[in-house]
Each structure stands twice: as C-alpha cells, then as structure tokens.
C-alpha cells in the first residue's frame, strides 16, 4: 500500500534557482508587439508572452519571464 507522491505545483518546485546569486544583475526588457515563445531559463519551460527580459549573467544572456524577472528583482532588494 504504496502511498501516491503527488508533484508539487510547478511553480516553485522546479525553478532553475542555479543563477540566483545573479539576482542583481542587470536585466533588458525586451517587449514584442504581440505574444511570443522563448524559453525562460529560470522556469526551465516555454512561456507566451509579449515580455521577455535578457539577464546578463555570469553564464551568458538568459532569457526570463516577466513573472522571473519580478522574483529577482524582490530577491536582489532584499540583500
Ligand atoms: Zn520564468
């Protein structure tokens, strides 16, 4: 009687956290006139939006979403 592990919400579970110390980094909007895919580097899944940012890493440019780029911006104020 095996109990069934439910998956968490993918919200916050799978989060590609890797970069976050990067937080304060610099971030470029990038606003598209109409609804595009991208890759968010930090959902580490396809989103739809007319909003993408490039966030200057230590890695290279990465792609974030509006929601990502909102958390690292919280995450970078309260250091
Ligand atoms: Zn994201």
């Given at each position: 009687?095996?109990?069934?592990?439910?998956?968490?919400?993918k919200d916050?579970?799978?989060?590609?956290?890797?970069?976050?110390v990067?937080?304060?980094?610099?971030r470029?909007?990038?606003?598209?006139p109409k609804?595009v895919?991208?890759h968010?580097?930090r959902?580490?899944?396809?989103?739809?939006?007319?909003?993408q940012?490039v966030w200057?890493?230590?890695q290279?440019?990465?792609?974030?979403?509006?929601?990502?780029?909102?958390?690292l911006t919280?995450?970078a104020?309260?250091?």
């Amino acid at each position: 009687m095996g109990k069934i592990k439910k998956k968490k919400a993918k919200d916050w579970v799978d989060k590609n956290k890797s970069l976050d110390v990067e937080a304060g980094a610099s971030r470029a909007a990038v606003i598209e006139p109409k609804s595009v895919a991208f890759h968010c580097f930090r959902c580490d899944c396809t989103k739809h939006a007319k909003r993408q940012f490039v966030w200057k890493t230590s890695q290279g440019d990465k792609l974030v979403c509006n929601g990502c780029h909102g958390l690292l911006t919280s995450l970078a104020r309260s250091r």
